[in-house]
């Protein structure tokens, strides 16, 4: 398991993540979701859980909504950036990275998880 975020590059202009849209589409896309809506730190103000065939995963979604944390295998990890990604105004400039850094990616609002793979690996 390994810790990826997706982010808002620059300023929101005060748009966040509706939480009930967010909730609903990875309900949607995993199984046995629970989802945690105890606030616990600014990083961490709304989680949920998953089991998939890499495993476990966790996402949280920041305070103001501009970013989503994820704990979660990468294949996971795509597919929850996508799913971020579809739920965000598409003047909005998203990124999706690795905790190290290791890449650095602008999100289209049409990508694709094949494509996200792709550009994760060029370089």
Known sequence: MATFMVLV????????A???????????GW???????????EARSLCWSF?????PGEAYL?????CLYLDTAESEAVRLAVVFRRI???DLDLV??????????RLRSDVTDAELIKLMTAG
């Open 88 to 90: 965000t105004p598409a």
């Open 18 to 28: 509706d939480r009930e849209a967010l909730t609903a589409a990875i309900r949607d």
């Open 31 to 41: 199984a046995g979701v629970e989802t945690d809506l105890t606030p616990c730190s």
């Open 96 to 105: 999706f990275c690795d905790q190290g850094y290791n890449f650095h990616v």
């Open 51 to 55: 089991s998939s065939e890499d495993g």
């Open 9 to 16: 590059d620059g300023e929101a202009g005060g748009w966040g």
């Open 62 to 66: 920041h305070e103001d909504g501009t």
